[in-house]
């Protein structure tokens, strides 16, 4: 009886488990969606400010293109993702190391019934029972084990992809590169329209001034009827016209420092102002253009990204011929088992084991097509860019070459259109004339001081253009430190050493 009663509970022991693993199940199946609501919103939003612009350094005075530079890839957020993403690769690279371990397992169990788990024979011959009903098993038991086992097989496969695993980290490597000569070259092109931005802000506000006073004498004069109907509306229509004209250059040039503070990761609405060269070299170009070629097919992030992929190629036709291969595998490991019945409770065990499915004999070709089809593919994807880049090094090279010689001519026409406004200022200045020639004469001047600094900015952005096509790196590998003034002089070291590569002073 007492029996009975144990192995009732243990009856409704088990029910009662089921019962709530089903009332779990049933309880997951009922889970709805919860979306955000606006204060769970709003509470991330000081966080989020706080990560994007807290730990930066303050600007502290005008900002050189090597700060810009420095700024940006230390701030950019584009950058940081790239960043994270290398370092992600490099986790999975020790995860796929790890892979090439043996397996250690550790294993531990209960078991319980409600009933014991007796049994009987029976003799073959006679078909009657040789033994009464005996169990060997005690109704509750506890096992444990730890085992290691090691598959050459896995192994190598393992082996192979941890291979790949670590060229895809290269590969993200050259992508990095490739984002840092993209930002760089953005940074380039938005802190030169920032120069040319701040150097007319103050003329542009100068010149809108003097003619909002020419044109209120003007309505003035046209009131009053001191000159003729037709040529007051003439004068009055090409101050309009001034007038028009500078608000939508201001309005256009208003843009250039808050393009540049993004890029920099500066928050929007700071002021700041960019230091200001003392002059406008023109950059020079003395390398051969079969130089050239030779220099962009051997530091192009994109050819050497290329160029990994179709290492990774080779590795996978050797990894789907491993697959092919029989499995070898050891183990060895140690066991315990409560049952008072065994004899043993603990023991030692070791094996080796050989398996190999036979219909790989039959897919050994189709594999192995496919893994040198991709190879190929790879290889012809890497001649596309081959040819893709040194297209790309001519082009550069031919907007560099036309990019100067506009830029000589916007310096020429800058100098005439100066010296024609300070005839007309001095004429008006003297009363030899009214103020609409000079105010003319001063529009004209600002236009052609915007298009030299466009036609600068243009210049050093093919400049740059011409660098990243030759997959110039505009910085070293390793730097001292990765504080602002450290990567500022680094920027300048490296941009200083391709320049003089570019220019033909180094081999």
């Known amino acids: ?92 690279l020790d995860l796929s190391s790890l892979d090439m371990l043996p397996k250690l397992a550790l294993a531990a169990g209960y078991t319980a019934r409600n009933k014991d788990n007796a049994s009987s024979s029976q003799n073959v011959a006679t078909g009657e029972q040789s033994l009464v009903p005996s169990i060997s098993s005690e109704k509750r038991s506890h096992t444990a084990d730890l085992n290691l086992s090691w598959n050459v097989l896995d192994f190598g496969v393992s082996y192979y992809t941890a291979q790949q695993q670590s060229d895809r980290m290269l590969i993200l490597q050259q992508r990095k590169r490739k984002v840092a000569q993209q930002l760089m070259q953005q940074v380039r092109e938005a802190w030169w329209q920032a120069v040319g931005a701040q150097q007319l802000e103050g003329r542009i506000d100068a010149l809108l001034a003097e003619t909002n006073r020419a044109l209120e004498d003007a309505r003035q004069v046209e009131k009053q009827k001191l000159r003729a109907p037709l040529e007051a509306l003439n004068y009055r229509r090409q101050l309009l016209d001034v007038i028009r004209q500078m608000g939508m250059i201001r309005n256009a040039l208003a843009q250039a420092k808050p393009k540049l503070a993004a890029i920099m990761n500066v928050p929007p609405g700071t002021d700041f102002k960019v230091a200001v060269p003392a002059g406008l070299p023109t950059p020079t170009l003395g390398l051969k253009l079969e130089q050239m070629e030779e220099m962009a097919l051997l530091n192009r992030p994109e050819l050497n990204e290329a160029r990994y992929n179709e290492r990774i190629g080779v590795t996978e036709t050797r990894k789907a011929i491993a697959k092919l291969l029989p499995g070898l595998e050891f183990s060895i490991g140690q066991n315990y088992d409560s049952n008072k019945f065994l004899v043993n409770n603990s023991w030692s065990d070791a094996g080796l084991r050989i398996s190999w499915n036979l219909l790989n004999l039959f897919s050994a070709g189709p594999i192995t097509k496919a893994a040198d089809a991709q190879l190929q593919v790879a290889k012809t994807q890497r001649m596309a860019l081959n040819m893709a880049v040194l297209t790309q090094v001519h082009v550069a090279y031919l907007d560099l070459k036309g990019r100067s010689r506009q830029f000589g001519l916007e310096q020429e026409l800058n100098d005439v259109e100066q010296r024609i406004y300070v005839q007309n200022r001095n004429a008006t200045d003297s009363g030899v004339q009214g103020r609409l020639p000079a105010i003319l004469a001063d529009a004209n001047a600002v236009f052609s001081t915007l298009r030299l600094y466009q036609s600068y900015g243009d210049l050093q952005n093919a400049y740059g253009q011409m660098g990243s096509s030759l997959g110039m790196d505009p910085l070293p590998e390793s730097t001292a430190s990765y504080d602002l003034p450290a990567l500022a002089a680094a920027f300048k070291g490296a941009e200083t050493r391709w320049q003089g590569q570019v220019a033909g002073s180094k081999p």
Do not use: H, I
């Open 1 to 92: 009886m007492k029996k009975a009663t144990q192995g009732g509970g243990a009856g409704r022991g088990v029910y009662s488990t089921l019962a709530a693993l089903t009332a779990l199940a049933l309880t997951g199946c009922a889970v709805t969606p919860a979306p955000m609501s606006l204060s769970d919103r709003q509470a991330t939003l000081a966080a989020d400010r706080q990560a994007m612009f807290g730990s930066q350094e303050p600007l502290t005075g005008p900002v050189t293109l090597q700060e810009a530079m420095a700024r940006a890839l230390k701030y950019n957020l584009d950058y940081r993702v790239k960043l994270m993403e290398e370092a992600m690769a490099q986790r999975q």
